[in-house]
């Protein structure tokens, strides 16, 4: 895509978010850079979801300025002023499938509100590869959200959300209630669809092994604002209590442990998941469905 | 605007692909591909300014169906085509659909199994109902009193200003309605009468349970309804509290007491209303009106319509309930049930008050 030499797709300046009394943000700043993969953690409750909102325009901050691919957000009057939505796709936390349409038609429906000059046909065809590429099986397109596991409809929200071939990727806990084979699955998708399709990629979590596996730096949010931001090994050498606690409690070494073994006994590429992953949903359908069409 | 993708074929019957190739301007390009009828040696995107995985879709598809090698390709467009080309399934988008001649007799048919599974429902639900109100008989503390109290409220007190004022102007409209004709006679003097016999019998509970039907028959249906999305309901019967005491039995109950209280309220609120309009086009003195309801209205049309109205009440919240319950996918079925808890509410209190008024007139209190 052409959008060389721009600057940093998401900018933020002294942010604040209250509700009623209770502040959330106060003074936050946090600048996203180009292509990387940005974790957010923060306790419960430190506004790790609002901040998303408020990037995205869900939620009018008190003040501050947000600046996402060059156009302010918070300038914007209106939901029609903040005109980059085609740019940006985001993945709700649970999915956020619309119940009444299929996964395919889910797919289709950005597509449609975009650019209503593309025909039925390229639509579905587009539809039926991203939800291939989202790594479910075929099958899947034409079933509704309702008929699908929460994997699933992590997968088919992520189809969604590539729908537009955006250059920034929300997620929003992706990992969240996904059984760990799932979860890592998840994550190898995430590092592979970010590097075939160059994403910036803004991903909050509590999932310390997706961190360590997938996140090029990683956002601190404690103190009503962003404390650090690094690479592990950066804010490990800090010595706020938080920090200390979340990378260094029993969960923070385990992760730590794992991908140590793992980049010591294999050295996999996450690149090669994404050949990995719908070779295997088409092998399953195979086996599965021996007498379909 | 947005430059165009293009293409041309060349003379070795290459076709070269240009410009933009991105979901942003692919569309009439597609169209073009796809009328596009006569062999294709190669697909050369040398001309490509830029690409996405849209864009690689429909190069490569071109490149399948002639079975032509795609030349020109930057690195970026080699790793979407590599990328679009795994992910490729010939697959419906739409949910599947049977033939019509399939479908209409499913549908008839699943129509009747679910209205004779939805009767079986209704009294299997009736039965435990009773089953519950006969434990609480029992043991009258495991009656939820605050969540009695509290619907006592929602379903009764709140619904005092909506209904008063509905019940004034439907009192207005009988009195002035049935003035004009009576005047043909010369008997408008009974408009008192048609006012005060009517609001009693039929208008005043009627008209209150529709009311109640709307404000809180749904109401139930999509409070119990949501419930059951979030798994409170299934949360509570972990815990071993049972839903049909603590949610239904507070609603049916409720229902039960406020409706006469409220048929009676709007009745009176009618013929006040009958008065008032007496007053101002008739000239029957309200006083006169109000003294003249108490000679022609027999005690009896009071007893007729208020006991009529528990069994209203009950009606209204079972539907609601029922409906409630019933919910089990999803956000959708939440608003169907409740529709169908009002509908269902309003058809059966109708049903039910013509059945009362054949019943009151064969014992003689017409």
């Known amino acids: 895509m052409t959008h060389a030499a721009s600057p940093d797709p998401i900018v933020i300046e002294n942010l604040v978010n209250r509700f009623g009394d209770h502040a959330i943000h106060e003074g936050l700043s946090l600048t996203v850079r180009r292509g990387e993969i940005l974790g957010v953690v923060g306790g419960s409750g430190t506004g790790k979801s609002v901040l998303m909102r408020s990037i995205i325009g869900l939620q009018v901050p008190e003040s501050g300025s947000i600046t996402v691919l060059g156009r302010s957000i918070t300038d914007a009057q209106d939901d029609d002023d903040i005109d980059i939505r085609a740019r940006w796709g985001v993945l709700f936390q649970g999915g956020a499938l619309f119940s009444t349409l299929t996964v395919g038609e889910n797919v289709e429906v950005p597509l449609r509100e975009f650019y209503p000059e593309l025909g039925d046909d390229l639509l579905h065809e587009i539809a039926a590869y991203k939800v291939m590429l989202s790594g479910l099986p075929e099958e899947a397109v034409g079933k509704y959200p309702a008929e699908l596991s929460g994997g699933m409809k992590k997968r088919a929200g992520l189809a969604r959300a590539l729908a537009l071939d955006p250059e920034l990727l929300f997620l929003d806990e992706p990992t969240a209630g996904l059984d760990p084979i799932g979860a890592a699955a998840f994550d190898r998708l995430t590092r592979a669809l970010q590097e075939t399709l160059g994403l910036t990629v803004f991903l909050i979590t509590h999932d310390l092994d997706t961190l360590y596996e997938i996140c090029d730096r990683v956002a601190v949010l404690a103190d009503k604002r962003v404390i650090a931001v690094g690479t592990i090994p950066e804010l490990l050498a800090t010595d706020h209590p938080w920090i200390q606690e979340y990378f260094n409690g029993p969960r923070g070494r385990a992760a730590r442990d794992s991908r140590a073994r793992r980049t010591g006994a294999a050295g996999g590429g996450a690149g090669e998941a994404l050949a990995a992953t719908p070779r295997q949903a088409a092998d399953t359908v195979d086996k599965s469905a021996p007498g379909g069409a | ?366």
Not at chain 2, 279 to 308: C, H, M, N, S, Y
């Open chain 2, 1 to 366: 605007m947005r430059q165009p993708a293009e293409f041309s074929t060349r003379d070795d019957g290459a076709i070269a692909l240009a410009g933009p190739l991105t979901v942003a301007t692919v569309g009439p390009l597609d169209r073009q591909l796809r009328a596009l009828d006569q062999p294709v040696a190669a697909v050369d995107l040398s001309a490509v300014t830029a690409i996405d995985t849209v864009g690689a879709w429909i190069a490569w598809r071109l490149a399948r169906d002639a079975q032509a090698p795609i030349t020109g390709a930057s690195a970026e467009a080699q790793r979407l085509i590599e990328a679009v080309s795994r992910a490729e399934a010939e697959v419906d988008v739409h949910a599947p659909r049977a033939e019509m001649a399939e479908r209409v007799p499913a549908a008839v048919g699943d129509l009747v199994v679910s209205w004779w599974q939805g009767t079986l429902g209704v009294v299997g639900f009736l039965g435990q109902l009773i089953l519950a109100l006969g434990h609480i008989l029992r043991n009258p503390r495991m009656l939820r009193g605050k969540a009695l109290v509290r619907q006592l409220e929602l379903v009764g007190v709140s619904a005092l200003g909506i209904i008063g004022l509905m019940s004034f102007l439907v009192g207005i409209v009988i009195a002035q309605q049935g003035a004009v004709q009576l005047q043909q006679f010369g008997a408008e003097v009974y408009t008192v009468n048609l006012t005060g016999r009517l609001a009693m019998r039929e208008l005043g509970v009627l008209m209150t349970a529709i009311m109640v039907a709307g404000r809180s028959g749904s109401a139930f249906a999509a409070q119990i309804g949501t419930m059951k999305l979030t798994e409170e309901v299934d949360a509570m019967r972990t815990i071993g509290v049972s839903p049909l005491i603590v949610l239904v039995v507070p609603r049916v109950l409720a229902a039960v007491l406020m409706m006469p209280l409220l048929g009676f309220y709007a009745a009176i609120l009618a013929i006040i209303g009958g008065a008032a309009i007496s007053d101002l086009a008739l000239g029957i003195p309200f006083l006169t009106f109000l003294l003249r309801i108490q000679e022609v209205v027999p005690i009896r049309d009071l007893w007729v319509g208020l006991v009529k109205a528990p069994f209203f009440g009950a009606i209204i919240a079972l539907a609601g309930c029922y409906q409630g319950i019933q919910v089990k996918a999803n956000a959708e079925e939440v608003g169907m049930r409740t529709t169908l808890a009002v509908v269902q509410a309003i058809f059966m209190v109708i049903v039910l008050d013509a059945f009362f008024a054949v019943f009151f007139t064969k014992i003689g209190w017409g």
